[in-house]
């Protein structure tokens, strides 16, 4: 039908009833002098109904420089109207109404995917780097990566587990080593250690959480490094909620070297300290460190003891030990069911004292040591050891009402740009 409507703007086509409709149009090979640009000129219908296009063959026309010519020879239609249609004029075009079709289909899908892509302005914060692996902030010595809340990592008060946290902070450490650009082998090794057969190990950690994200809820982990006496790096942490801006989670650790095969501590080589002394920076994000000495339970003092705990495949990591967020499993698999009902933990020191392996079995033993700053708050000491009686690890833990929220401030936050 488009076709028949374009046709109708440039040529006239007799009716069904006038006296020629029965003849077959003719083309004849004869055109006008008077060639237009589409090298057809129509002439008016005879009173016998019949059009007639014509042909130069004068007149050739010229494209590009290059002369084309026009079949000489004229394409006649059969008088006596055989069974197949008539070559006309009409039925030599394209059929525009199938490219027409075709264009409107194109551009439907290109509207529906357009549309599938969601444009809803959001916080440029909460854009930046949702799912990505980072990027270098603090004029390139701190490091800044976004996560989303997974469905799997909410625990049963529709929060993220401390666990879900420690992961996060983890993974910024280890992908703020690699986007700098220093990591060579093993969890966050520099080329130098590489060379020495030496790995990093967590010695001591401190977390307080004021808040615990949600499903869906996208927060921001800022992580940056600096020294720690002689032979130890101090990591710091600061965790934002993406949709509000408030500051939810504060840690810092202090980590040191261990070689690999000797399972041995060792001093920090001075090669070692040139790669990573040009990202030190002097500031920490938790100022009033609990710097209490922790208490060493036994079978005695505790009351709350958890046996049998042993490490899966799945919770070595690739240096061949029990990765330390693990841990922080295994101690709070001794605390009181009803504490754990009525608070949410607020703030965590852990004491690393050993390395566990994947044949090792551990105690998990706790005891509710004192109130808090407020009677409604509580205190726990933890000790995790192995059935042999060595300690794994030390740590303290305050609870607070459930709902209840804060940790009072912190301390400065480093400035600088982002």
């Known amino acids: 039908m488009v076709a ?73 239609t059969e008088e006596d109207g055989g069974s197949s249609a008539p070559r006309t004029f009409y039925n030599q075009l394209p059929d525009w109404s199938m490219l027409l079709a075709a264009i409107t289909t194109i551009f439907l899908a290109a509207e529906k995917q357009w549309t599938l892509i969601d444009w809803k302005p959001r916080r440029p914060d909460m854009l930046a780097d949702a799912f990505g692996l980072g990027k270098i902030v603090q004029d390139g010595l701190a490091f800044r990566q976004n996560f989303s809340i997974r469905s799997y990592e909410v625990g049963a008060d529709r929060t993220a587990s401390i666990e879900t946290l420690m992961n996060h902070l983890q993974e910024t450490a ?77 840690a810092t650790s202090v980590s040191v070297l261990m070689n690999k095969s000797t399972r041995k501590l060792s001093k920090m080589p001075d090669e070692v300290r040139a790669e990573i002394g040009p990202y030190f920076i002097e500031s920490t994000a938790v100022v009033d460190e609990d710097g209490r000495k922790l208490p060493k339970l036994n079978d005695g003092t505790a009351q ?89 690890a030390r740590g303290r833990t305050k609870w607070r009402p459930k709902h209840a929220q804060g940790f009072g401030n912190q301390g400065p936050l480093p400035s600088g740009g982002s």
């Open 174 to 250: 280890l992908n703020h080593v690699r986007i700098a650009g220093l990591m060579d082998d093993g969890f966050g090794a520099t080329p130098e250690m590489s060379k020495r057969n030496l790995i990093w190990v967590v010695a001591k950690m401190h977390v307080f959480v004021e808040k615990y994200p949600s499903w869906a809820d996208v927060v921001q982990v800022d992580t940056w490094v600096g020294s720690s006496g002689k032979n130890g790096v101090r990591r710091d942490w600061r965790v934002i909620d993406c949709q509000t801006g408030q500051t939810t989670v504060r």
């Open 304 to 392: 709350y003891v958890r046996e049998g705990l042993t490490p899966r495949w799945g919770d070595l990591d690739v240096n061949q030990h029990v990765n330390n967020v693990k841990y922080v499993g295994w101690i709070l698999e001794s605390s009181p069911s009803s504490l754990m009902e009525s608070h949410e933990l607020a703030g965590m020191t852990l004491e690393y004292r050993r390395e566990c392996g994947r044949d090792n079995v551990l105690q998990s033993l706790t005891s509710i040591s004192a109130h808090g700053s407020t009677e409604a708050e509580m205190e726990c000491v933890h000790l995790l050891q192995l059935e042999s009686g060595e300690e794994i």
């Open 4 to 76: 028949s409507i374009a046709a109708s703007a440039f040529f006239h086509t007799p009716s069904s009833s006038s006296p020629g409709s029965a003849k077959s149009t003719k083309i004849i090979g004869e055109v006008p002098e008077s060639l237009n640009v589409h090298g057809i000129a129509a002439k008016p219908a005879s009173s016998s109904g019949a059009m007639q296009v014509k042909a130069n063959a004068r007149a050739v026309p010229k494209i590009n420089g290059s002369k084309v010519g026009l079949r000489s020879d004229a394409l006649k």
